[in-house]
């Protein structure tokens, strides 16, 4: 019976243990940088005013709840590494294009270098809500490729703001 108890309290210390060092590690810091979300908005809204389709969204909806699950923040990862890949790398077009994307970038992919060993564990690139951005990203692009990277660009603040509510300093 001593031998359970002691085996039951190491389980309960060792697990608080992981709990804390789980809770101590900070969030990307340009999620909670007021210039990257400044950057962000400016590049944000000169690509939604160019944007006349307001009915279409290629971002998944993610409801409070769902940014609260213990995998959003990676599904929200690989579909910043997707964007990082295929919509905002540099290209001397965009870049001229939209102001502060450089800055946003070089954020961004910050953002995906501190998340990635987090996310490595699992396969998040099946995950329902990946495929399904990017389903919608592939699908509108064969048909307009510039209009449908441009409402990405437009998006992007929407993933922002998904990185910052499901990154919380449980990653």
Wanted: aromatic letters at 10%.
């Amino acid at each position: 019976m001593k031998f359970l108890t002691l085996l039951a309290v190491m389980f309960c210390c060792c697990s608080l243990r992981g709990q804390a060092m789980h809770l101590s590690r900070p969030r990307p810091k340009p999620l909670d940088s007021s210039v990257t979300w400044n950057d962000l908005f400016t590049m944000t809204k000169y690509a939604q005013m160019e944007d006349a389709d307001h009915e279409t969204r290629l971002l998944p909806v993610f409801s409070d709840v769902m940014l609260k699950e213990e995998n959003s923040c990676c599904v929200n990862a690989m579909i910043l590494n997707y964007y990082l890949k295929h919509i905002l790398h540099a290209d001397e077009h965009v870049d001229k294009k939209y102001p502060h994307i450089r800055f946003v970038r070089s954020d961004l992919q910050r953002i995906a270098h501190i998340l990635k060993p987090h996310c490595e564990s699992v396969d998040f690139a099946d995950h329902v809500r990946v495929k399904e951005f990017e389903k919608n990203y592939k699908t509108a692009s064969e048909q307009e490729h510039e209009k449908t990277r441009n409402k990405a660009v437009g998006e992007t603040i929407i993933l922002f703001h998904y990185l910052f509510e499901s990154c919380s300093t449980r990653i």
